[in-house]
Each structure stands twice: as C-alpha cells, then as structure tokens.
C-alpha cells in the first residue's frame, strides 16, 4: 500500500494519533539512525550539531527544576543530570510516545548516572502544577507535530515559576518554501511560505504523520499571547565540521538557507 503524501487540514486529535503512532513504530530505527549523531547524554539544538554547552540558551544554575518536553531518546535531559557542575538540579523528561520512553529507558539502562524520570504526556496538557519549574525546554520535539502549538506555549507558561524559561528549537519555517531534499533542488523556493497548511502522510485515508507550520511571525505571536517575552531568536550558521546531511539539512543548504530556528522565552517575574 503506498502512501500518499500532500499538504491538506489536519485537526487536534488526528495529529496526535498519527504522531503518537508514528514515534511508537520509529522509535528504535531513529535511534539506529541518528544515535551516532545525537549520542548518549549531549545534547544537541538541530542537525546543524550546535550543542547546550556551547550556546548556553538555558542559562541553568544549581537547584533549578528542568523539565525536557518532546524528549525522545532522552539525551538532552540526561545532560543535563550528568553535568557535575550542577548536583542539585532535578530534571526530567516526557513525551507523547511510549515507544520513545522506551528507547530513552534503554539508553538509560546503559549510562551511569543519577536516573532520569521518564513521563508519558502531551506537551499540549502537562501533568503539573502551575509555576513549579525554572526550565522547560525541547529540542525539535512537540512544536511541530501538534496542531495547537499556541497551546504549548501556554502551558510551559503556566509551569514555569516566575523568571523561568522555555526554549525550543524547530525546523526555520522558510524551510517550508523549499523541497526537503539536500541537494540542489532544495534550492529553489516552490511553494508559498505562507502556506500554513501542515505536511500529512496517509494510507487508505488513515493519517499516519502529521508536521504543522507556523511562520516565525506566528511563532513569536504565539509567545507573546502565553505570556512569555521573547528573550533571543538564535538562526544557527552551518559550522564546518558539520559535513553529514540529516534529512533535508545538508552542508550546501545550511551555508545559504537557515535550517533551524530556536526561541528563547521567559516568563516575567
């Protein structure tokens, strides 16, 4: 049966099944695949490779509560529990996907370290109370595969304690005027960047993944109404030693077009 692939409306409950069972079935081929690159317990911002330790977007300190949202593999989340410079900080992860907690418990399993708490939730509903958090933060997870991404930005505002940050990376939504292919093609711009309409893949009619677009504009919208300021919009250069392409982001396009785009929030306080 062959898949069929466009640009059409998807809603809210529709996106998470297909999302939900999308990560279930890939989630031992990801890690197989980009393992290698995303490694054990580093945590890396896009494919671009630019890691926590060199940007310093969290600005975390000692005795701060951090919560990584759309966590995958974990990886993210276990760097920052193994950073020795910050015993006291309490971090745990989530997502949508149990066969991505699965993953990150086998990951896990393996590496030394204090354990990681692993919960299964929407990014959409968190289950926690309000400004319990100094840290919330997601590297291309949950943003664009839910269709309300007003909604998370809600809620790591309604989480975050007064003077918290929420920051996430996503795929640059200029990405989405251009083919998703490495190559040259990927070049030229063929459809409307303000083309809101999300990415579907189906099979007989049955959704099975979903990406969503929102422009930056959108984006930083989206913030201000949850109450957040926008503290820095970093659009990462392709650094040299980068020479490995992920998907559609390869060295070529990465020295013309900006792959990805990270938002750096806070709560007021």
Do not use: K
Not at 44 to 61: C, F, I, Q, S
Request: charged letters at 25%; proline letters at 7%.
């Amino acid at each position: 049966m062959s898949a069929e692939v466009g640009r059409r409306a998807v809603g809210a409950a529709e996106t998470r099944a297909a999302n939900r069972s999308w990560w279930d079935a890939e989630a031992v081929a990801y890690h197989e695949e980009h393992g290698g690159f995303l490694g054990d317990a580093d945590f890396v911002w896009g494919p671009e490779g630019w890691t926590e330790a060199e940007l310093d977007l969290l600005g975390l300190r000692d005795g701060m509560t951090v919560l990584e949202i759309g966590a995958g593999g974990a990886q993210c989340a276990r760097w920052v529990a193994a950073r020795p410079d910050l015993p006291g900080v309490r971090v745990a992860a989530s997502d949508l996907s149990a066969g991505m907690l699965r993953t990150a418990r086998a990951i896990g399993s393996s590496h030394t370290g204090r354990p990681l708490p692993l919960l299964q939730c929407d990014g959409t509903a968190l289950p926690l109370a309000d400004a319990t958090l100094d840290r919330v933060f997601t590297a291309y997870g949950v943003l664009p595969f839910v269709a309300d991404s007003a909604a998370v930005l809600r809620e790591a505002a309604r989480v975050l304690r007064p003077g918290g940050r929420f920051v996430f990376s996503t795929s640059h939504p200029v990405r989405w005027a251009f083919p998703d292919v490495p190559g040259p093609e990927g070049l030229t711009a063929t459809s409307s960047y303000f083309d809101r309409r999300p990415y579907v893949e189906s099979e007989a009619e049955v959704v099975t993944y979903v990406e969503h677009h929102r422009t930056l504009g959108d984006l930083v919208r989206q913030v201000t109404a949850a109450g957040l300021v926008l503290r820095d919009l970093v659009e990462p250069e392709w650094p040299e030693r980068t020479t490995e392409a992920w998907g559609g982001w390869s060295p070529l396009r990465g020295r013309l077009l900006p792959g990805t785009a990270i938002l750096v929030t806070e709560r007021p306080g």
